[in-house]
């Protein structure tokens, strides 16, 4: 059973950073491709990053140049590195994966005041 659990959620003011973390367990790390979604207040889950297991990345327009997305397989853990953020990236962060089925984490709160 995969399990995800997110980290690193907190309150930032405008154009400061935060690094989110997703470790996971009960699969090998290295081998799957790993994304990160948020859910704004009202609004859909959406795709944010996503890297494949040899480390291709791909991000979503709103957070290309501003948001990086990596991996660190030793320590079964992903990464979102966000920076300028801004009031809209407010959202519960996931981090998800697809083997055969999706898992998500339980999500981590960013909230950006202006």
């Known amino acids: 059973q995969v399990q995800l659990v997110e980290s690193g959620g907190g309150l930032v003011q405008t154009g400061g950073s935060l690094r989110l973390s997703c470790t996971a367990s009960?699969?090998?790390?290295?081998?799957?491709?790993m994304s990160w979604y948020r859910q704004a207040p009202g609004k859909q889950r959406g795709f944010v990053a996503h890297?494949?297991?040899?480390?291709?990345?791909n991000y979503a327009d709103s957070v290309k140049g501003r948001f990086t997305i990596s991996r660190d397989d030793a320590k079964n853990t992903m990464y979102l590195q966000m920076n300028s953020l801004k009031p809209e990236d407010t959202a519960v962060y996931y981090c998800a994966t697809h083997l055969g089925r999706e898992y998500w984490g339980q999500g981590t709160q960013v909230t950006v005041s202006s």
């Open positions: 890297i494949t297991s040899g480390g291709s990345t």
């Open positions: 009960g699969t090998i790390f290295s081998l799957i491709p």
